[in-house]
């Protein structure tokens, strides 16, 4: 009987592959499962496995562009295929039943498992679409309910997607893959292929047909995709890698750790080759010293996160009639009233006193007094808000990140120093929500903390304005007429001109600095 392997669905619009590399020769016999060919898209690689054990038949060569549906080989799978490759002395009756039996077995298990589709669950209102960021299980591998699957990033944020049963993974989509919210990107095959899987053949039943013992070209078909490639960026070949997959097959942490090694082990000292002679009728060229250092570079994809946040700042920068309007801040009372009260602020709130707080107050009341900051624009119309939904810009491991400070015109400074707390540490371990992160109609972001001096930050549509905070230096200023050194702070708004007056962005820039210059004004509200 001929089992025939043909492309399957790739990806969506895609209509063709490469056939990129055979891992099988021809006339090899292989099991079920087992990895025949490496094929190739125009966004990703995908290895084929064999469903059925027999003698690989090749079709098509390396190389070779396929259509989706095509048919590149054929598995024999009937008994004269499994009698070629008995070895060559006579085997008894018992033997050869023995053997059948232990040859279908495999099979026969694995058919009995039951598989559970892998779908990408809905992260979040108007998400679509997301990434496969990473794999954190092997294909083939037995996984316990409840493991880590695999790790998936959307616009604003990623998640891990956990085994809903116990078996053994098969995984559909590679790594780097974006894929529609319900599509199935893995099976968990359960029941009786976890236990073909676990427990190996004993010892004393004669083996199955063994493929031909592995070429020295063989080693390069063991490492996947992925490994593949982080051995070529490090400068070294599958040969020099042992492999800790099923079939001594290199994974991914394989060749990390390899390229770790690499890294840290010392390097012989290389002679330069001379210059070939050249020519008595040229003159002699004069020759340039090598270039000292470390010359190495590194390819890393860009996360769906930062491919967002890079999208949505250019379409903010193309989109929008962005103007910047600065003004300065003398900080002395804000540090004197810090150093009065902190101690006993902190005691008494269980989180310390920090400039955020004043700041967020300063700009809520300003933003009441001057409501068009406040405000959008929706196509024909402008929205304007009775709440402060203040953002609060925070650089978080995987990329700059804005969670919102819901309606901070009711909370005191306590509960605004808790909250950004909060939201900076859920930053920071890559906990926050897609609700969290949703919404804002004005930001604040603070540059300062990294010891930028002045910048003109970028809005963050569809907000119209955002206020930047720099670092607090001490510069010698006038006052009444006479010379002193102040702790001051020179800030920035950033503002669409399509929707914010000169008048009205200029008037809020003021009203936030008289705040904080004299904060007895945002206790009186004058």
């Not at 051995?231 to 599958?238: N, V």
């Not at 009233?337 to 700009?363: C, D, N, P, W």
């Amino acid at each position: 009987m001929k089992y025939e392997i043909k492309i399957p669905e790739v990806g969506e619009s895609i209509t063709e592959v490469t056939l990129a590399q055979w891992l099988k020769n021809d006339g090899d016999y292989v099991k079920p499962d087992e990895l025949i060919c490496e094929i190739e898209s125009e966004k990703a690689s995908f290895e084929i496995p064999a469903e059925q054990g027999g003698i690989l038949k090749r079709l098509a060569a390396e190389g070779e562009t396929i259509g989706v549906g095509e048919t590149v080989a054929v598995i024999e799978t009937d008994r004269q295929a499994d009698a070629a490759q008995e070895p060559p002395e006579a085997a008894s009756p018992q033997t050869e039943a023995t053997l059948s039996e232990s040859a279908t077995e495999p099979v026969a298990a694995a058919s009995n498992g039951t598989p559970v589709p892998v779908v990408v669950p809905e992260v979040g209102e108007s998400i679509n679409e997301v990434t496969i960021a990473q794999w954190l299980k092997s294909d083939g591998e037995t996984v316990a309910e409840g493991d880590l699957l695999c790790e998936i990033e959307s616009e604003k944020a990623s998640f891990e997607l956990p085994a809903e049963t116990s078996g053994i993974l098969k995984i559909l989509t590679p790594e780097g893959e974006t894929v529609s919210v319900g599509a199935k990107i893995a099976e968990v095959l359960s029941g009786g292929a976890s236990a073909a899987r676990a427990e190996p053949a004993a010892d004393s039943a004669p083996s199955a047909p063994q493929a031909a013992p592995a070429q020295d070209g063989d080693h390069r078909a063991k490492a996947t995709p992925v490994a593949a490639r982080i051995l070529a960026e490090a400068g070294l070949s599958p040969e020099q890698v042992k492999g800790s997959g099923a079939g001594g097959r290199i994974t991914k942490e394989d060749a990390l750790q390899a390229a770790a090694q690499q890294k840290t082990a010392p390097q012989p000292a290389q002679t330069p080759a001379s210059p070939p002679p050249r020519p008595q009728k040229e003159p002699a060229a004069a020759v340039e010293p090598p270039v000292a250092g470390n010359r190495t570079e590194r390819r890393e994809r860009m996360s769906t996160l930062r491919k967002t946040i890079a999208r949505r700042l250019v379409a903010a920068k193309n989109q929008t009639a962005m103007l910047t309007t600065f003004n300065e801040i003398d900080m002395s009372s804000i540090k004197k009233l810090r150093a009065q009260y902190k101690e006993i602020f902190k005691e008494k709130h269980q989180v310390g006193l920090g400039f955020m707080s004043f700041f967020t107050r300063a700009v809520v009341l300003a933003l009441q007094e001057w409501p068009a900051v406040n405000a959008m624009i929706d196509e024909d119309h402008i929205i304007y808000h009775d709440y402060c939904d203040i953002s609060i810009a925070v650089s978080s491991p995987r990329g700059l990140v804005v969670p919102v400070i819901r309606n901070a015109e009711k909370l005191s400074l306590a509960e605004i120093e808790k909250e950004v707390a909060r939201l900076a540490e859920r930053a920071r371990n890559n906990q926050l929500t897609i609700e969290e992160m949703t919404g804002g109609t004005f930001t604040i972001s603070n540059g300062g903390v990294f010891g930028s001096l002045m910048s003109t930050p970028i809005i963050n549509a569809p907000q119209s304005a955002i206020l930047g905070m720099h670092k607090i230096e001490d510069r010698p200023v006038v006052i009444n007429g006479e010379i002193a050194i102040r702790p001051m702070m020179y800030v920035a708004l950033s503002y669409d001109h399509r929707i914010i007056d000169g008048r009205e962005s200029v008037s809020f820039l003021v009203r936030v600095k008289e705040y904080l210059e004299d904060p007895a004004r945002m206790l009186l509200r004058v």
